[in-house]
């Protein structure tokens, strides 16, 4: 059973900068890939960034520049670094791990920009 579990969400003022955290029951470089997706009120879940076992990295572009996807192996544990952050940022922020075709999704963590 694949458990992913995020952490660091919280309110932040706009220019500020947070840091996500995904931890996984599993070896990370046993997925395709990793990512990340968020979801506003209101809104569909949308792509944020992803990154391959091969270091490949992905952005959206309402991000790029903006926001960096990392990754502990020794860890098993998958990072969001957010900095510049803007009130349209807010959302839950859900950490995904895709294994052959299958998408396992963490509980979410909010995060919420005051302007």
């Not at 192996?73 to 791990?97: F, G, H, I, R, W």
Request: glycine share 8%; charged share 15%.
């Amino acid at each position: 059973q694949v458990q992913l579990v995020e952490s660091g969400g919280g309110l932040v003022q706009a220019g500020g900068s947070l840091r996500l955290s995904c931890a996984a029951s599993i070896n990370i470089l046993s997925a395709n890939d990793v990512g990340w997706y968020r979801q506003a009120p209101g809104k569909q879940r949308e792509f944020i960034a992803t990154m391959t076992k091969d270091d490949n990295t992905n952005y959206a572009d309402s991000v790029k520049g903006r926001f960096t996807i990392s990754r502990d192996n020794a860890k098993n544990t998958v990072y969001l670094q957010m900095n510049s952050l803007k009130p349209e940022d807010t959302a839950v922020y859900y950490c995904n791990a895709k294994i052959w075709w299958i998408h396992y999704w963490g509980q979410g963590t909010p995060v919420t920009v005051s302007s």
